[in-house]
C-alpha cells in the first residue's frame, strides 16, 4: 500500500526566504506525482505535475524534483510571499492502473509580511 | 472556460440520512475522481467513473455510490450517513483515463453529519 509522507506538517518563515517542501512514498513504481495548493476550506490548485521519467519541473517561482529511486520528491519555492500562505500537498499516481492517486496529508506555510 | 464545479457549497445532514453531491467536469474532460477529505487530512481516493462505468474504487465502503451521466457530469450519493462522513468532498476530473494526466479540483461540498 502506497503512502505518502510531507515534513514538515507546518512552516512560518518570513517574507522573501527561499524554502523546500519535502515529500516522500513507500511504493517507488509510480507513474506521476503532482504538488497541490489548498487553501482553507477551498479546492486543489495543481502547481506542477513530475511524470515518473522527469527529474524536476518549474513554474515560476516553483520548482518540483523527483527521485523516483528513493521516494523523494521536494517543492522549492523562491523568494516567499504572503500570498504563498496556503497548505502544500503532494500526490503520487501509481502505475499499472487507473488513476487511483494518494494523497500526503499536506504542509501549512505560513509566510510572514 | 468552467473549471470543475460541484454542488451545493454546504450541506448539512442528520445521521442515518442519505446525500447527493453533484460535479460537472472541466470542458473537455471525460473522467470523473471523487476525494474525502476530512479535517487536517489529505484527500482520500472513493471511486473514479469514465464512460459511464466505476473503473476504479478506494476504500470505502458500498454505502457510498456513485454515478455518470452522458454528459459526464457525475453524482456521488451516501446512504446512512454516519458522523464520520463529515468532510469536505471533492470531485477531480481530468481528460481520459491516461496516468500521465494531470488532475483538476472543484472548490468541494462541505458536509456536515449531525
Known amino acids: 500500500k502506497q503512502e505518502v509522507t510531507q515534513i514538515p506538517a507546518a512552516l512560518s518563515v518570513p517574507e522573501g526566504e527561499n524554502l523546500v517542501l519535502n515529500c516522500s512514498f513507500t511504493?517507488?513504481?509510480?507513474?506521476?506525482l503532482q504538488w497541490f495548493r489548498q487553501d482553507p476550506g477551498k479546492g486543489l490548485t495543481s502547481l506542477l505535475l513530475?511524470?515518473?521519467?522527469?527529474r524536476e519541473q518549474t513554474s515560476g517561482r516553483l520548482n518540483a524534483s523527483l527521485d523516483k529511486s528513493s521516494g523523494r520528491s521536494t517543492l522549492y519555492i523562491a523568494a516567499s510571499q504572503p500570498g504563498d500562505s496556503a497548505t502544500y500537498l503532494c500526490?503520487?499516481?501509481?502505475?499499472?492502473?487507473?488513476?487511483?492517486?494518494?494523497f500526503g496529508i499536506g504542509t501549512k506555510l505560513q509566510v510572514i509580511p | 472556460d468552467a473549471g470543475v464545479t460541484q454542488s451545493p457549497t454546504h450541506l448539512i445532514k442528520t445521521r442515518g440520512q442519505q446525500v447527493t453531491l453533484r460535479c460537472s467536469p472541466k470542458?473537455?474532460?471525460?473522467?470523473v475522481s471523487w476525494y474525502q477529505q476530512a479535517l487536517g487530512q489529505g484527500p482520500q481516493f472513493i471511486f473514479q467513473?469514465?464512460?459511464?462505468?466505476?473503473?476504479q474504487r478506494g476504500n470505502f465502503p458500498d454505502r457510498f455510490s456513485g454515478h455518470q451521466f452522458p454528459n459526464y457530469s457525475s453524482e456521488l450519493n451516501v446512504n446512512a450517513l454516519l458522523l464520520g462522513d463529515s468532510a469536505l468532498y471533492l470531485c477531480?476530473?481530468?481528460?481520459?483515463?491516461?496516468?500521465?494526466?494531470?488532475?483538476?479540483f472543484g472548490n468541494g461540498t462541505r458536509l456536515t453529519v449531525t
Open positions: 477531480a476530473s481530468s481528460p481520459g483515463l491516461g496516468q500521465g494526466l494531470s488532475l483538476h
Open positions: 511504493d517507488s513504481a509510480i507513474y506521476n
Open positions: 513530475i511524470q515518473s521519467s522527469q
Open positions: 500526490a503520487v499516481s501509481l502505475s499499472g492502473g487507473y488513476q487511483k492517486v494518494t
Open positions: 470542458s473537455g474532460h471525460d473522467t
Open positions: 467513473y469514465y464512460e459511464e462505468e466505476e473503473r
